[in-house]
């Protein structure tokens, strides 16, 4: 079985508004045996995915169409080659799978963080009753960046998504402070395509990022029934009615360091980390420029 000879016939091209040029070619073979395998007759002809288009360099062929018995003569057949410019997750599709670039994409949302702070023009305040105590149970909407990394494997790191998730940045990473990125989670999927006449299976993962203009820190007003006089916890009092000492049914204002903030001062803001922090780049490196 093999072909007996193969004619090209003429090219096309369509060119739309605002869209990229395709090509088209066309060729009929003709048969020794009209069961000859449709993947030698497409070899012989010496067209394959992702091969340049003889005259349009930049485009490439991205779809194969084989056809037997062609205008019902079975010792004919048909090959169709389709061209365009790839996009640019398609740049390294003759590549294996997991030598292709990672995609990475960004959308930017809105996330419900606890209110702790207003802006009086363009300054700073704490966001507190006008005795300065802090509201409980008050959100405001902050902007948040999703970053999905798409990427392909051989197989699907399943230890190393569980050590990164819930992980954060250990310094400056996608423009955002340290604290500020975080692995929200890690999945995969397993695919197998054809590559130049090969099966090949590998692993489609997705990993998603969290970003924070705040990060990921807990921000807590500093305040409490107790307090620490010198080495001393005492419970936190006011003064009653009668003027009497009574312990005090609301917290009160601390300073960071146990004791009673003074002077009506406002209550200090503790930052607490209860992440764990990764270098960033290290597993995930960095969008292309």
């Not at 003889?54 to 080659?81: K, V």
């Not at 959308?107 to 023009?121: H, I, K, M, N, R």
């Not at 695919?191 to 998603?208: C, D, F, H, M, P």
């Not at 419970?235 to 609301?250: C, H, L, T």
Request: proline letters at 7%; one cysteine or more.
């Amino acid at each position: 079985m093999s072909v007996h000879s193969w004619n090209e016939l003429p090219r096309t091209a369509t060119h739309l508004i605002g869209a990229s040029p395709e090509y088209e070619r066309r060729f009929i073979a003709t048969l020794n045996n009209p069961d000859t395998p449709a993947a030698l007759v497409v070899s012989t002809i010496g067209v394959e995915h992702f091969t340049p288009h003889p005259e349009e360099s930049f485009a490439r062929c991205y779809e194969l169409e084989y056809n037997e018995s062609y205008e019902g003569n079975r010792y004919h057949s048909e090959l169709i080659a389709r061209y365009k410019i790839p996009e640019a997750d398609e740049q390294s599709a003759n590549l294996l799978p997991w030598l292709r670039p990672d995609v990475w994409k960004f959308q930017t949302q809105g996330v419900a963080v606890p209110a702790l702070y207003y802006y009086d023009g363009s300054t700073q305040k704490p966001l507190t009753n006008s005795a300065g105590d802090y509201f409980q149970g008050l959100t405001v909407d902050e902007a948040q960046q999703k970053v999905t990394i798409q990427s392909n494997r051989q197989n699907f790191p399943s230890a190393l998504a569980a050590a990164v998730t819930n992980c954060v940045n250990d310094g400056s990473y996608l423009g955002f402070p340290t604290d500020g990125v975080k692995v929200q989670g890690i999945s995969g999927e397993q695919a197998v395509e054809q590559l130049n006449g090969q099966e090949v299976r590998y692993w489609k993962i997705t990993s998603e990022l969290l970003c924070r203009q705040t990060g990921w820190n807990l921000l807590l007003p500093d305040v409490g029934f107790n307090y620490i006089d010198g080495s001393v916890k005492r419970r936190a009092d006011v003064q009653g009615p009668d003027g009497e000492q009574v312990a005090s049914a609301n917290p009160i204002a601390l300073n960071g360091s146990g004791g009673k903030q003074t002077g009506g001062n406002l209550p200090a803001i503790l930052t607490r980390r209860v992440y764990k922090r990764i270098s960033m780049s290290q597993y995930f490196g960095a969008p292309p420029s």
